[in-house]
């Protein structure tokens, strides 16, 4: 028997049963309920144990019945939309059902609830059930005249009876509450409802490709109703830690993360009461002492006392690991389990690869017998036929008839031995024919057994851990914000009162969250919330990583800071690609990760929810993605930031041979890590507010290009003194590749001045936006030079990556490797715009002498400069040439453009989002035009600019302005910069044309502004 998903998934649900069968309730058949609490108690059953097949089951029978109420039926509804949309992820349906919750809504919201039926479904989302205590007497009494051996469904008459009473009517449900209190918490019940309904309705609206709506913000007031809770009346004879508990819980409900500090001190005042009532001794004490503790705790840290609200949150973290000893050995059981049973699926896959060896070792044989065989019969024919005319020959000579000369018996004995050894050669050939075929049908079933192994280990893997106790710690009490808050506060407090150790915990896990979490913020507001906090966080690690010099981490931090917001960005465009097949791709890639960052993102994974994703929705359940040939697409999800020491082993390729300066701007300080022989991190005590005013001054003294240049060097050299020296003793190689962040950006190191000399005057620079894209540069041959003489060592030196560039590999190729220098150009200048103000004549002269360096060169000028020839002439160019103005867009970068002609196709801006859809070849796109590579920066960091969708259109190198630079003066470098270009790499072409330029032009408005993003 083969081991295929059927036979993996088989043993799966034989575990499930397993699971279920530890269950009292589970013995239950749904149909027999005979209070809300038992109900109430088998859907805790359901949640805990992440039954959901069970209770995706057991609600798609009952939700739609005419016999229950409105209010029950809408409380239904709204469990399926929500397991659609948060446990068994499938977005569709959790859309389908969220509508018919919506319409349920929306018949109830206006009513009068007192003069409507009562819901008996007690979920987990209802307050209302809390005030209430069962009353079994009362029950027996409306069931006294019914059979208790009949009913079958919620059709059952007592059901029916319970469904159609008013509250008011209901002599089962026992309170001490006051009558217009619980009709209060009813209706905030109802209105919870609403928002949740909005606020998955605005989440699946966004992940379904609709454009989302802002979501409603309900949430749970203290009014003068919670008076009569809070009251000392003696005559009140709820318990009094039933009270506190309640009153905790109330005002933990009525705050939000706006709220001001004064609204926290009841959650304390309550809860600690509260804490002090309860015990320890059974796990429904720790449960209400987890919940306590971490509301007490959380409310003393939001008011600023820090010490008390660490103590409350070690104390949750003590109540957590108290219950959890209590269903460890459940836990340690089911892994057992899992360990037997995964090696029993194993066991069969080896036994069915050895059955399949055996049988391809059988068919070998087989097939080698025969040809031996067919072998054996040529022989013997022709043997026997020289039998046969020896024999005839005989007679013949007998009978005194003519015989065979001598000649013909040695031509028939030539002819024979020919025959006999054509018959072994071809039966060689065939032998080895089987023997290759043989080896290759080895070579692919080892690799069938290989994946089919490895596949189970990561299913098996992903169950053991799906049923840590540790992995379900905090996801049993708190949703993902509710994490996230924890996390962060948590972690502040420790980091404040000097603990930046045991904060580093804290604040990874908060980290791995919000990464987790980002593809399913269903609002603005909700995104710049999760924004700001990741941001800070980042900030935080990296601070604590560079203060204890640990270089890697802070390394692999500032990686992961650098790609989140250019792929959140990404990820909330509905771009469409150069490849219709990408395209397509990237929208199911967007769903399917949204709906598996969803499923992620609520703590541990249930084998219920996995077996729901891989059979019903061709999801498999994996920590990424496959990647695709595109970095940028690759940084969509999880693409895995590069490594300081994967860094290292690139910068010492002969292709690279550089330094490479990673920049991390904070808000009080700069860290900087020096990689490219032994690394280095420095933390200079320069923020980004004084980096922002530097910077804004430099390059308002570079715009004036005032003949006095002496506040401008003085302040170049202030920069260099911050940014450059205290890494410059191990800068060791003539490269220097920059990778800056934040206000950084907008800054042209080139023109920084050590008190001597320029940095350009010494190295060779070319920056990147993150260390991260090295992998896809390291996979492409440097450009140039033109006319190389001899064989120069960068061409053709395309080296194997596979060894660099783990999950890469020849995936990683672009269909165009080749490392000839570039032969064909596509130039396009001063076209035709509205304005004569916006008239580049000597962009005319530019593109004249740069056509004199290649072969093959369109030069397009005036109207010919159109948007459309670009769309349609680009992919067959291996350099494209731009020498036309440009505009940014600081509210949108993706509507940032390149401004060409228009016609009646194209209104001649190429935005951002258009230059996605070209499909080049991977060369170099020069764009000798205003502030081009400027962009938007912001408090996760990355600029959206031109080059960065060049690079993901196939352009693995950008020459791009930092400023407007003068037509004659741009013209003047470009032209020097082709003449460098002839015999020279692309960043020492570009360098010697800025100091060519700087000796023509001396003032640095018209050499300093260009900058080579991409390969060198």
Known sequence: MKPNSKIIKSFILIFLLLLFSYSKVF????????????????????????????????????????????????????DLANLYATKLINFKKADEFNKQAQDLYSSLIGSDLKTLPFSNYFNE???????????????????????????????????ISLESRTLAERKDLVTELPQEMIEFVRREDLLATGDRIQRRKSLLQK?????????????????????NLETEDQANTLSEKKKNYLLAKYHWSSVSPGSHPDQYLPVIQFGEKAISQLEETNMEGLVLLCQLHRWVGMSNLKTGQTEPGIAHLNKFDQAIEKLDQMALQEHQDQKTFINDTETKIKAELREDQLSDQKWLDFWKGTKNFGSKLLEGIGQAAIIGAMGVVAYADGMNAAYGN????????????????????????????????????????????????FEAERNIEDSFFLQRNSLSPQQLKYARFMGPNEQLDFFVAKGDGLFESGGASDAKGLYMNALGLIEKQRATIDSDT??????????????????????ENDAKQAFHLIERSKGRVFADLLESKDLQLARNEESDFYQSYLLKNSEMNEILSHGSISLDQIKYLEENRGIQVSSKFRTTPLIEFNNLDQAKPITLEETENILARPTIDSNFVQYFVSPEKTIIILAGGTPEIREVPVGKEELIKKISRFR??????????????????????????????????????????????????????????????????????????????????????LEPEGESEFIGSVADDSSYLPGWGTEGSYEHSDSKPPKSILLLGNPELDSDALNLPYSEVEIDNAALFFPDALKLLHDEASETNVKEKASSYEVLH?????????????NSSLLLASDGINDGKLTVEEIYQLKLKPSLVVLSACETGLGKYSAGDEIIGFYRAFMYAGAQSIIATLWPIADEASSFLINEFYQSFKKNSLGESLRMAQLKTKEQYPNPVNWAGFVLVGRN
């Open 700 to 785: 308002e003294l570079i715009s004036k290009g005032s003949e006095d240049q002496s506040d401008l060097l003085s302040l170049s050299q202030d920069l260099y003194e911050t940014l450059i020296k205290p890494i410059a003793f191990g800068i060791s190689k003539k490269r220097i590749i920059i990778s800056p962040h934040g206000p950084l950006h907008y800054l042209p190191f080139q023109l920084l001045h050590d008190g001597e000399k320029y940095l350009l005057e010494d190295y060779t620079l070319n920056y990147i936006p993150s260390a991260t894209v090295l992998r896809y540069l390291a996979d492409k041959p440097p450009i140039g030079p």
């Open 526 to 547: 909700k995104r710049i919330v999760f924004s700001g906090h990741r941001n800070s966080i980042y900030v935080k690690l990296i601070r604590i990583f560079s203060q």
């Open 207 to 227: 992940n379904l490709g609709v454009q989302s709506i802002a979501a409603k913000n309900i949430s749970l007031k203290n009014t003068n109703l919670l008076k």
């Open 882 to 894: 731009f020498a036309t103005h440009a505009t940014f867009d600081n509210d949108d970068p993706f």
């Open 27 to 78: 013995s239950q058949e749904i149909v027999n309920f005979n209070s809300p609490w038992e109900v109430q108690t088998h859907l805790k059953h359901l949640n805990y144990n992440k039954m959901f097949s069970d209770l995706e089951i057991f609600l798609k029978n009952n939700y739609s019945d005419s016999s229950l109420n409105l209010e029950t039926r809408l409380y239904m509804t709204d």
């Open 402 to 449: 003519q015989t065979f000369s001598t000649q013909d018996w040695q031509n028939f004995t030539d002819l024979s031995m020919k025959a006999s050894s054509s018959i072994t050669e071809s039966s060689a050939e065939v032998r080895q024919d089987i023997e290759n075929t043989y080896q290759s049908d080895v070579a692919s079933l080892q690799t069938k057994y």
């Open 125 to 159: 989302n209802r307050l209302t059930p809390d005030l209430f205590y069962s009353s079994p007497d009362a029950l027996k009494k409306d069931k006294k005249n019914e059979d208790a051996n009949t009913s079958s469904s919620w059709s059952d008459p007592l059901f």
